[in-house]
Protein backbone atom coordinates (compact mmCIF):
# COMPACT_ATOMS: atom_id res chain seq x y z
CA UNK A 1 0.00 0.00 0.00
CA UNK A 2 1.68 3.28 -1.01
CA UNK A 3 1.97 5.85 1.25
CA UNK A 4 -0.42 8.76 2.09
CA UNK A 5 0.33 12.07 0.49
CA UNK A 6 2.20 14.38 2.55
CA UNK A 7 -0.90 16.55 3.34
CA UNK A 8 -4.77 15.02 3.06
CA UNK A 9 -7.79 16.90 2.54
CA UNK A 10 -10.41 16.45 5.39
CA UNK A 11 -13.55 17.63 4.13
CA UNK A 12 -15.64 19.16 7.33
CA UNK A 13 -19.44 19.31 7.24
CA UNK A 14 -20.37 21.93 10.30
CA UNK A 15 -23.99 21.44 12.47
CA UNK A 16 -24.02 25.34 12.31
CA UNK A 17 -26.32 26.74 10.48
CA UNK A 18 -25.69 30.15 9.15
CA UNK A 19 -29.36 30.03 7.70
CA UNK A 20 -32.86 28.18 8.43
CA UNK A 21 -32.48 26.26 4.89
CA UNK A 22 -32.24 22.68 4.01
CA UNK A 23 -29.11 23.00 2.24
CA UNK A 24 -27.63 25.07 5.38
CA UNK A 25 -27.61 22.10 7.22
CA UNK A 26 -25.27 19.31 8.02
CA UNK A 27 -26.73 16.30 6.13
CA UNK A 28 -27.02 18.18 2.78
CA UNK A 29 -23.49 19.26 3.26
CA UNK A 30 -22.42 16.54 4.05
CA UNK A 31 -23.60 15.06 0.52
CA UNK A 32 -21.31 18.38 -0.74
CA UNK A 33 -18.62 16.96 1.49
CA UNK A 34 -18.50 13.46 -0.17
CA UNK A 35 -18.75 14.99 -4.00
CA UNK A 36 -15.50 17.02 -2.60
CA UNK A 37 -13.82 13.54 -1.43
CA UNK A 38 -14.14 12.15 -4.88
CA UNK A 39 -17.10 9.32 -3.68
CA UNK A 40 -17.96 9.09 -7.26
CA UNK A 41 -14.67 7.87 -8.36
CA UNK A 42 -14.34 5.53 -5.35
CA UNK A 43 -17.48 3.24 -6.08
CA UNK A 44 -18.52 3.75 -9.49
CA UNK A 45 -18.68 0.33 -11.11
CA UNK A 46 -17.75 -1.53 -7.88
CA UNK A 47 -19.18 -3.84 -5.27
CA UNK A 48 -19.22 -1.69 -1.99
CA UNK A 49 -18.80 -2.60 1.14
CA UNK A 50 -20.17 0.08 3.84
CA UNK A 51 -19.06 -0.30 7.15
CA UNK A 52 -21.55 0.85 10.15
CA UNK A 53 -21.37 0.24 13.71
CA UNK A 54 -25.15 -0.89 13.91
CA UNK A 55 -25.32 -0.78 17.67
CA UNK A 56 -26.58 -3.32 20.36
CA UNK A 57 -29.53 -3.85 22.18
CA UNK A 58 -31.25 -0.43 23.43
CA UNK A 59 -28.01 1.98 22.34
CA UNK A 60 -29.31 4.24 19.94
CA UNK A 61 -26.46 6.72 20.02
CA UNK A 62 -25.40 4.93 16.15
CA UNK A 63 -25.29 7.00 13.12
CA UNK A 64 -28.93 7.59 12.14
CA UNK A 65 -30.07 5.12 9.40
CA UNK A 66 -31.63 8.08 7.64
CA UNK A 67 -27.91 9.62 7.18
CA UNK A 68 -26.87 6.04 6.33
CA UNK A 69 -29.27 6.09 3.92
CA UNK A 70 -28.31 9.01 2.53
CA UNK A 71 -24.71 7.74 1.56
CA UNK A 72 -26.41 4.82 0.24
CA UNK A 73 -28.10 6.91 -2.61
CA UNK A 74 -25.35 9.13 -3.34
CA UNK A 75 -23.49 5.74 -3.89
CA UNK A 76 -26.02 4.02 -5.54
CA UNK A 77 -26.32 7.27 -7.60
CA UNK A 78 -22.93 7.09 -9.06
CA UNK A 79 -23.08 3.74 -10.15
CA UNK A 80 -21.95 1.20 -7.00
CA UNK A 81 -23.60 -1.45 -5.73
CA UNK A 82 -23.56 -1.08 -2.09
CA UNK A 83 -24.31 -3.49 0.87
CA UNK A 84 -23.97 -2.72 4.90
CA UNK A 85 -22.01 -4.81 6.99
CA UNK A 86 -21.46 -5.09 10.38
CA UNK A 87 -20.69 -7.93 12.73
CA UNK A 88 -22.82 -9.92 15.28
CA UNK A 89 -25.06 -6.27 15.10
CA UNK A 90 -26.05 -7.19 11.43
CA UNK A 91 -28.24 -9.74 12.72
CA UNK A 92 -30.64 -7.84 14.61
CA UNK A 93 -29.80 -4.35 13.34
CA UNK A 94 -33.60 -3.71 12.39
CA UNK A 95 -34.61 -3.51 16.48
CA UNK A 96 -32.80 -0.26 15.83
CA UNK A 97 -34.25 1.36 12.75
CA UNK A 98 -31.56 -0.66 10.21
CA UNK A 99 -33.07 -2.93 7.45
CA UNK A 100 -32.76 -3.05 3.91
CA UNK A 101 -35.67 -0.76 3.17
CA UNK A 102 -34.62 1.92 5.36
CA UNK A 103 -30.99 1.89 3.90
CA UNK A 104 -31.73 1.17 0.66
CA UNK A 105 -29.36 -1.81 0.58
CA UNK A 106 -28.61 -5.64 1.99
CA UNK A 107 -27.31 -5.90 4.98
CA UNK A 108 -24.94 -8.83 5.47
CA UNK A 109 -22.78 -9.92 9.06
CA UNK A 110 -19.16 -9.08 7.57
CA UNK A 111 -17.84 -12.27 8.58
CA UNK A 112 -21.44 -14.49 7.81
CA UNK A 113 -23.53 -15.24 10.82
CA UNK A 114 -21.29 -17.84 12.84
CA UNK A 115 -18.29 -14.84 12.36
CA UNK A 116 -16.18 -17.92 10.20
CA UNK A 117 -16.17 -16.77 7.14
CA UNK A 118 -12.19 -14.60 7.29
CA UNK A 119 -9.19 -14.55 5.30
CA UNK A 120 -5.94 -15.38 7.29
CA UNK A 121 -3.23 -12.15 7.32
CA UNK A 122 0.26 -12.32 9.01
CA UNK A 123 1.28 -9.58 11.09
CA UNK A 124 4.83 -8.34 12.01
CA UNK A 125 4.28 -7.57 15.68
CA UNK A 126 5.51 -8.90 18.84
CA UNK A 127 2.75 -10.05 20.25
CA UNK A 128 0.36 -10.39 17.51
CA UNK A 129 1.25 -13.12 14.48
CA UNK A 130 -1.92 -12.52 12.47
CA UNK A 131 -5.17 -11.15 11.79
CA UNK A 132 -8.74 -12.82 10.58
CA UNK A 133 -10.09 -10.15 8.16
CA UNK A 134 -14.15 -10.63 8.00
CA UNK A 135 -14.47 -12.58 4.01
CA UNK A 136 -17.09 -9.71 3.01
CA UNK A 137 -15.28 -6.84 3.81
CA UNK A 138 -12.25 -8.11 1.65
CA UNK A 139 -14.38 -9.70 -1.18
CA UNK A 140 -15.58 -6.09 -1.63
CA UNK A 141 -13.95 -3.85 -4.37
CA UNK A 142 -14.47 -0.69 -2.56
CA UNK A 143 -15.23 0.70 0.80
CA UNK A 144 -16.95 3.50 2.09
CA UNK A 145 -16.30 3.62 6.15
CA UNK A 146 -19.05 4.99 8.05
CA UNK A 147 -17.75 5.62 11.95
CA UNK A 148 -19.23 7.36 14.96
CA UNK A 149 -16.74 9.34 17.01
CA UNK A 150 -16.70 8.65 20.67
CA UNK A 151 -14.90 7.56 23.62
CA UNK A 152 -13.36 4.05 24.07
CA UNK A 153 -11.66 2.64 26.94
CA UNK A 154 -9.03 0.82 25.64
CA UNK A 155 -7.92 3.10 22.36
CA UNK A 156 -8.70 6.55 23.89
CA UNK A 157 -11.96 7.27 20.84
CA UNK A 158 -13.10 5.01 18.78
CA UNK A 159 -13.48 6.44 15.02
CA UNK A 160 -12.18 5.13 11.37
CA UNK A 161 -9.18 3.28 12.91
CA UNK A 162 -10.65 1.15 15.25
CA UNK A 163 -13.72 0.65 13.15
CA UNK A 164 -11.41 -0.70 10.57
CA UNK A 165 -8.63 -2.55 13.29
CA UNK A 166 -10.90 -3.71 15.46
CA UNK A 167 -14.56 -3.92 13.52
CA UNK A 168 -13.33 -5.13 10.44
CA UNK A 169 -11.97 -7.89 11.84
CA UNK A 170 -13.49 -11.79 12.45
CA UNK A 171 -14.31 -12.33 15.94
CA UNK A 172 -11.35 -14.50 16.98
CA UNK A 173 -8.91 -11.28 16.31
CA UNK A 174 -11.22 -8.76 17.91
CA UNK A 175 -10.91 -10.67 20.96
CA UNK A 176 -7.08 -11.51 20.54
CA UNK A 177 -6.39 -7.56 20.33
CA UNK A 178 -8.31 -6.96 23.46
CA UNK A 179 -6.61 -9.46 25.15
CA UNK A 180 -3.21 -8.10 24.38
CA UNK A 181 -3.31 -6.27 27.30
CA UNK A 182 -3.77 -8.77 29.40
CA UNK A 183 0.14 -10.31 28.26
CA UNK A 184 1.53 -7.09 30.46
CA UNK A 185 1.68 -8.62 33.58
CA UNK A 186 0.14 -6.52 36.80
CA UNK A 187 -0.59 -8.76 39.35
CA UNK A 188 1.62 -10.96 41.32
CA UNK A 189 -0.85 -14.15 41.99
CA UNK A 190 1.71 -15.60 44.76
CA UNK A 191 1.74 -12.64 47.07
CA UNK A 192 -1.85 -11.88 47.07
CA UNK A 193 -3.87 -15.35 47.18
CA UNK A 194 -2.48 -16.47 50.67
CA UNK A 195 -3.71 -13.04 51.91
CA UNK A 196 -7.87 -13.35 51.26
CA UNK A 197 -10.41 -12.58 51.69
CA UNK A 198 -8.80 -8.59 52.34
CA UNK A 199 -10.07 -6.78 48.65
CA UNK A 200 -8.29 -3.50 49.78
CA UNK A 201 -7.62 -2.72 46.45
CA UNK A 202 -11.58 -3.24 45.48
CA UNK A 203 -12.19 -0.54 48.31
CA UNK A 204 -10.21 1.75 46.89
CA UNK A 205 -11.03 2.03 43.55
CA UNK A 206 -12.96 4.92 42.19
CA UNK A 207 -14.39 3.45 38.98
CA UNK A 208 -14.65 -0.18 40.18
CA UNK A 209 -12.60 -1.68 37.62
CA UNK A 210 -11.37 -4.75 39.57
CA UNK A 211 -13.25 -8.18 40.27
CA UNK A 212 -12.28 -11.27 40.95
CA UNK A 213 -12.17 -13.61 37.09
CA UNK A 214 -11.23 -17.41 35.94
CA UNK A 215 -12.93 -20.20 36.21
CA UNK A 216 -12.90 -20.72 39.79
CA UNK A 217 -12.79 -17.02 40.45
CA UNK A 218 -9.33 -16.86 41.81
CA UNK A 219 -7.35 -14.67 39.21
CA UNK A 220 -7.70 -11.04 39.93
CA UNK A 221 -8.74 -9.13 36.84
CA UNK A 222 -8.78 -5.19 36.17
CA UNK A 223 -11.36 -3.98 33.57
CA UNK A 224 -9.11 -1.55 32.00
CA UNK A 225 -11.82 -0.05 29.65
CA UNK A 226 -13.46 0.89 33.17
CA UNK A 227 -9.75 1.54 34.52
CA UNK A 228 -8.48 5.19 34.58
CA UNK A 229 -4.65 4.13 35.50
CA UNK A 230 -5.18 6.60 38.71
CA UNK A 231 -2.98 3.69 40.63
CA UNK A 232 -4.59 3.97 43.89
CA UNK A 233 -4.52 0.08 43.88
CA UNK A 234 -1.01 -0.04 44.27
CA UNK A 235 -0.33 1.66 47.83
CA UNK A 236 -3.84 0.13 49.10
CA UNK A 237 -2.64 -3.37 48.55
CA UNK A 238 -0.76 -4.58 51.75
CA UNK A 239 0.85 -7.25 50.32
CA UNK A 240 2.44 -5.09 46.96
CA UNK A 241 0.68 -7.23 44.55
CA UNK A 242 -0.35 -4.79 42.18
CA UNK A 243 2.05 -3.27 39.99
CA UNK A 244 0.08 -1.47 36.88
CA UNK A 245 2.03 -0.36 33.66
CA UNK A 246 -0.16 2.29 32.41
CA UNK A 247 1.56 3.32 29.37
CA UNK A 248 2.50 -0.16 28.17
CA UNK A 249 -0.42 -1.77 29.08
CA UNK A 250 -2.61 1.27 26.91
CA UNK A 251 -0.05 1.23 24.17
CA UNK A 252 0.20 -2.93 23.37
CA UNK A 253 -3.75 -2.36 22.07
CA UNK A 254 -2.99 0.82 19.90
CA UNK A 255 -0.07 -1.05 17.90
CA UNK A 256 -1.75 -3.97 17.68
CA UNK A 257 -5.16 -2.32 16.47
CA UNK A 258 -2.40 -0.09 13.82
CA UNK A 259 -1.11 -3.47 12.78
CA UNK A 260 -4.71 -5.10 12.30
CA UNK A 261 -6.03 -1.79 10.47
CA UNK A 262 -3.04 -2.11 8.14
CA UNK A 263 -3.99 -5.77 7.47
CA UNK A 264 -7.54 -4.58 6.61
CA UNK A 265 -6.65 -1.60 4.09
CA UNK A 266 -3.96 -3.69 2.15
CA UNK A 267 -7.34 -5.37 0.80
CA UNK A 268 -7.91 -1.92 -0.98
CA UNK A 269 -6.24 0.36 -3.70
CA UNK A 270 -5.88 3.18 -1.92
CA UNK A 271 -8.09 4.87 -4.55
CA UNK A 272 -11.22 2.93 -3.74
CA UNK A 273 -11.18 4.22 -0.01
CA UNK A 274 -13.54 6.27 1.66
CA UNK A 275 -13.69 7.64 5.62
CA UNK A 276 -16.64 9.32 6.76
CA UNK A 277 -16.25 10.37 10.19
CA UNK A 278 -19.92 11.34 12.19
CA UNK A 279 -18.56 14.06 15.43
CA UNK A 280 -22.43 13.43 16.35
CA UNK A 281 -23.65 12.05 20.01
CA UNK A 282 -20.38 12.01 21.17
CA UNK A 283 -20.55 9.64 24.20
CA UNK A 284 -17.75 8.18 26.86
CA UNK A 285 -17.70 4.99 25.73
CA UNK A 286 -18.37 2.84 22.61
CA UNK A 287 -21.33 1.67 20.81
CA UNK A 288 -20.93 -2.38 21.78
CA UNK A 289 -22.38 -0.99 25.11
CA UNK A 290 -26.77 -2.49 25.20
CA UNK A 291 -27.63 1.30 26.62
CA UNK A 292 -27.59 4.84 25.18
CA UNK A 293 -25.18 6.76 26.83
CA UNK A 294 -25.64 11.08 26.97
CA UNK A 295 -23.86 12.69 24.64
CA UNK A 296 -20.56 14.68 26.97
CA UNK A 297 -19.99 17.12 24.47
CA UNK A 298 -22.14 19.04 22.06
CA UNK A 299 -22.60 17.66 18.67
CA UNK A 300 -19.76 19.15 15.99
CA UNK A 301 -20.54 17.87 12.29
CA UNK A 302 -19.44 15.23 10.23
CA UNK A 303 -15.87 14.52 8.53
CA UNK A 304 -14.60 13.44 4.72
CA UNK A 305 -11.36 12.09 3.82
CA UNK A 306 -9.80 9.52 1.69
CA UNK A 307 -7.33 8.96 4.33
CA UNK A 308 -7.70 7.55 7.77
CA UNK A 309 -4.99 8.51 10.00
CA UNK A 310 -5.74 12.17 9.00
CA UNK A 311 -9.30 11.92 9.61
CA UNK A 312 -9.21 11.01 12.98
CA UNK A 313 -6.34 13.10 13.64
CA UNK A 314 -9.01 16.13 12.87
CA UNK A 315 -11.50 14.60 14.60
CA UNK A 316 -9.47 14.48 18.41
CA UNK A 317 -8.56 17.82 17.04
CA UNK A 318 -11.77 19.39 16.67
CA UNK A 319 -12.93 17.69 20.15
CA UNK A 320 -9.57 18.98 22.37
CA UNK A 321 -12.34 22.65 21.68
CA UNK A 322 -14.83 21.61 23.25
CA UNK A 323 -15.98 22.05 26.42
CA UNK A 324 -17.38 18.94 28.94
CA UNK A 325 -21.22 19.16 29.55
CA UNK A 326 -20.70 17.85 33.13
CA UNK A 327 -24.08 17.48 33.78
CA UNK A 328 -24.10 14.88 31.21
CA UNK A 329 -21.25 12.74 32.76
CA UNK A 330 -22.35 9.63 34.60
CA UNK A 331 -21.63 9.36 38.29
CA UNK A 332 -19.28 6.36 38.10
CA UNK A 333 -16.88 8.42 35.57
CA UNK A 334 -14.21 10.67 37.72
CA UNK A 335 -13.24 13.78 35.70
CA UNK A 336 -9.52 14.63 35.34
CA UNK A 337 -9.15 18.14 35.48
CA UNK A 338 -7.20 18.73 32.71
CA UNK A 339 -6.52 17.72 29.19
CA UNK A 340 -8.10 16.17 26.03
CA UNK A 341 -11.67 15.98 26.48
CA UNK A 342 -10.99 12.01 26.40
CA UNK A 343 -8.40 11.49 28.88
CA UNK A 344 -10.50 13.87 31.26
CA UNK A 345 -13.23 11.06 31.02
CA UNK A 346 -11.35 8.05 30.96
CA UNK A 347 -7.84 9.00 32.16
CA UNK A 348 -4.98 10.90 31.70
CA UNK A 349 -3.13 7.97 30.49
CA UNK A 350 -5.19 7.35 27.78
CA UNK A 351 -3.80 9.63 25.38
CA UNK A 352 -6.37 9.26 22.14
CA UNK A 353 -3.78 10.49 19.76
CA UNK A 354 -1.25 7.47 20.14
CA UNK A 355 -3.66 5.49 17.68
CA UNK A 356 -3.05 8.08 14.85
CA UNK A 357 0.79 8.08 15.77
CA UNK A 358 1.04 4.11 15.47
CA UNK A 359 -0.87 3.98 12.02
CA UNK A 360 1.16 7.17 10.82
CA UNK A 361 4.52 4.86 11.69
CA UNK A 362 2.80 1.76 9.50
CA UNK A 363 2.13 3.92 6.44
CA UNK A 364 -1.52 3.88 7.04
CA UNK A 365 -1.71 7.51 6.29
CA UNK A 366 -0.48 11.12 7.83
CA UNK A 367 -1.41 13.28 10.66
CA UNK A 368 -0.96 16.27 8.15
CA UNK A 369 -4.34 17.45 7.05
CA UNK A 370 -5.72 20.56 5.52
CA UNK A 371 -9.19 20.87 7.34
CA UNK A 372 -11.97 22.49 4.59
CA UNK A 373 -15.58 23.46 5.90
CA UNK A 374 -17.96 22.91 2.66
CA UNK A 375 -19.36 26.11 2.91
CA UNK A 376 -16.71 27.44 1.63
CA UNK A 377 -16.36 25.38 -1.72
CA UNK A 378 -18.02 26.46 -4.67
CA UNK A 379 -19.14 24.24 -7.29
CA UNK A 380 -16.59 24.73 -9.28
CA UNK A 381 -13.89 23.80 -6.55
CA UNK A 382 -15.79 21.05 -5.62
CA UNK A 383 -15.30 19.11 -8.98
CA UNK A 384 -11.57 20.47 -8.81
CA UNK A 385 -11.08 19.04 -5.51
CA UNK A 386 -13.01 15.16 -6.36
CA UNK A 387 -10.21 15.37 -9.39
CA UNK A 388 -7.64 16.16 -6.75
CA UNK A 389 -8.49 13.69 -4.24
CA UNK A 390 -8.24 11.29 -6.75
CA UNK A 391 -4.73 12.48 -8.32
Known amino acids: ?218 ELHIDVHSCTYCRKCEPACPHGALQLKPEEMFGVFQVGMAHAARAVLSTFPRENMLFVNFLLHITPWCDCHPYTMPAFLRDIGVLVSRDPVAIDTASLDLIAREEILEDMVPEEFVLEPEGHPFQRILGRVKDPYLQVIEAEKLGIGTRRYELIDVETVTAEERVEAAAASNA
Not at 73 to 101: C, M, N, Q
Request: glycine content about 10%; proline content about 4%.
Open 1 to 218: MALAKEVARVYFASVKMKRMRKEDSYPLKMLKALDCAGLADVVAGKRVAVKVHLGQETNFSTIHPALVRMVIDKIKAAGGRPFVVHSWGALDGYKRGYTPETLGCPIVPSGGSLERYAYRHEVDDSRLKEVWVSGEIEDAEALVCLSHVKGHGSTGMGGALKNIGIGMLAGRSRSAIHHLISTVQYWDKERCLPHQPCQACFDVCPVEAIHWSGQNKD
